[in-house]
């Protein structure tokens, strides 16, 4: 005979010896959500971190993980969150003066400064205008005077930020691109931008800062028109031809319209580099489709000036363009180990240089990435926009199903993409990649 034990004598063993080894795991009690006082609490202690600096980001993440407990299933509680997240976000962070004229940022330490032009009223977009120079050299006058009329006309607000220090690489050097970051969210909470109507443009110096910027910030950008700048070359030799360009950018700017202005006699900036980036584009093209509003701008006798009939003639061609927040397919080549936020993907330690490849499938609630780095720590934001959030999601990674489950809206998500002001890229629910996917 066989022994068969009853289902009420193997509640009390269980209940007295715990789950044996069958192969599976004993399941996990819920984690208790903390009180509504200390979600307030919890929720200011993370909106006045620096995300930036390593410790802070540290204890933000913890925080996250605790409010992941707090359900936001139910549509009044997800729109009541929404809408205490944009108040505190106003109150934890800076806005700018509203009015034309120049301004330090932090006037305690009388650095950071900047200068705001055109329609200070109520904008229809923004444009972060950079400008030229190099070593020592180069200041915000210079960007305000060349854009002044453009921005007005176009009914834009302009802000024109002077580099923290005058290399040869000012914008991205001394924590300059941080700093123009913070400035973007600041002139959104301040004139309540439309955050899928932000530009960035610039001469010389301030061509090569749009499009590095504007590569390494491609999901916050509506359009880019760099002047005479070109993203940085690599050269096999000093002297030698350029084997490259630098990285996290081309890859990056697959959803994004751009007209680079180029003339072929500029004795300060030669056109090999902006060629040679535009080569780059056509590869990436090809490989991952898109970059369909890409244009290439090159005339001839023009030297290192602005295009005939200035700033203005060359913002003419990008103004018609509007962001698209959540494009379908998007590629992410990470430079900054600081922007963890690429579109809808969220990486906790982003890999220098990897390349993402992520695809929506709407129809079959499907994420498709294709990549060869290891996707440990990596998340798919997710709400009602990308999918149908009452059904299975399936993520496949390089074609095999590493998640399949039914995305749950939670406050710790929405508090992880809503630090920003650009309530476009706030998403209420993250699936995760399962295992170290390669």
């Known amino acids: 005979m066989h022994f068969r034990p009853s289902p009420r004598l193997l509640l009390v063993a269980l209940f007295l010896f715990g789950y044996p080894s069958w192969g599976f795991a004993a399941p996990q009690a819920p984690a208790k ?24 980001f540290e204890r933000g993440m913890a925080i996250v993980a605790e409010l992941q407990a707090v359900s936001l299933a139910r549509a009044q509680e997800l729109s009541k969150w929404r809408k205490s997240l944009a108040k505190l976000d106003l109150k934890a962070h800076r806005t700018l003066e509203k009015k034309s004229g120049h301004y330090f940022y932090w006037e305690k330490q009388r650095s950071g400064f900047f200068i705001v032009g055109g329609n200070t009223k109520k904008p229809r977009g923004l444009l972060i205008g950079m400008h030229g120079g190099g070593l020592g050299s180069g200041d915000a006058n210079s960007s305000a005077g060349a854009f002044s009329a453009a921005v007005s006309a176009l009914d834009l607000v302009g802000i024109f930020p002077e580099v923290l220090e005058k290399t040869e690489c000012g914008w991205t050097d001394s924590g300059t691109e941080e700093w123009v970051m913070d400035l973007v969210d600041a002139a959104i909470r301040t004139w309540d931008i439309d955050p899928n109507m932000v530009f960035f443009s ?79 584009v056509d590869k990436a093209r090809a490989l991952w489709g898109g970059y369909e509003n890409f244009e290439y701008w090159q005339v001839n006798s023009r030297a290192h000036d602005l295009p005939e009939g200035g700033m203005r003639a060359l913002l003419d061609r990008i103004m018609h363009f509007v962001r698209e927040p959540l494009p379908q397919k998007i590629v992410w080549q990470p430079h900054l180990d600081w922007k963890h936020q690429f579109h809808w993907l969220w990486w906790e330690k982003p890999i220098y240089d990897a390349i993402i490849v992520a695809e929506l499938d709407r129809e079959n609630n499907t994420i498709r990435i294709q990549s060869s780095a290891d996707l440990n720590g990596l998340w798919v934001l997710l709400d009602e926009r990308l999918v149908n959030m009452k059904k299975e999601v399936v993520i496949l990674v390089n074609g095999v199903e590493t998640n399949r489950a039914v995305p749950q809206p939670n406050l710790g998500a929405l508090l992880l993409t809503t630090s920003g002001a650009d309530t476009e890229l706030s998403f209420c629910a993250r699936l995760p990649i399962r295992g170290n996917v390669k």
């Open 202 to 280: 610039g001469h010389s110096m301030g061509g090569y800062g749009s499009w590095t910027l504007g590569g390494h910030h491609a999901d916050r950008v509506a359009a880019l028109a760099p002047s005479a700048g070109a993203p940085t070359p690599v050269y096999d030799k000093p002297g030698g031809v350029i084997v490259e360009i630098d990285t996290g950018i081309v890859a990056n700017l697959r959803n994004v319209p751009m007209v680079v202005y180029q003339s072929l006699d500029d004795p300060r900036v030669p056109p090999d580099a902006n060629q040679a980036a535009v080569k780059d």
């Open 33 to 56: 959500a903390p009180s509504n006082k200390q979600q307030t609490q919890l929720v200011e202690e993370y909106m006045a971190l620096d995300l930036r600096d390593h410790h802070a």
